[in-house]
């Protein structure tokens, strides 16, 4: 069992930058996958940014690309996502997910509420 632990939303305006935290425990992060999906009101959820457990390169939805960075930290079973220039379109609540090769089969944070002002 992994259990992932998201922080850093909050309310900020447009333009502005978040930076979103996920702490696992229980197991070491260095072998799966990990990504942030988010799910706003109405919305199905979708994936925002994955990056492979080894190697690889990180991928990104077309609508965050140029603006948002994930990263990870094996060292700290950590994995973060830089998000700037944020639009309100963006307002949604962001879950943390780690996995072996379906997101959906995998372990998902408890999410944290991002909200962009106009």
């Known amino acids: 069992q992994v259990q992932l632990v998201e922080s850093g939303g909050g309310l900020v305006q447009a333009g502005g930058s978040l930076r979103l935290s996920c702490v696992a425990s229980?197991?070491?992060?260095?072998?799966?996958?990990m990504g942030w999906f988010r799910q706003a009101p109405g919305k199905e959820r979708e994936t925002v940014a994955t990056?492979?457990?080894?190697?690889?390169?990180?991928s990104y939805a077309d609508s965050v690309k140029d603006r948002f960075t994930i990263s990870r930290d094996n060292g700290k079973n950590t994995v973060n996502l830089q998000m700037n220039s944020l639009k309100p379109g963006d307002t949604a609540v962001y879950y943390c997910?780690?996995?072996?090769?379906?997101?959906?089969?995998?372990?998902w944070g408890q999410g944290t509420q991002v909200t962009v002002s106009s």
């Open positions: 997910v780690a996995y072996y090769s379906d997101p959906f089969s995998g372990y």
């Open positions: 229980g197991r070491a992060i260095i072998r799966y996958n």
């Open positions: 990056i492979p457990w080894i190697g690889g390169t990180p």
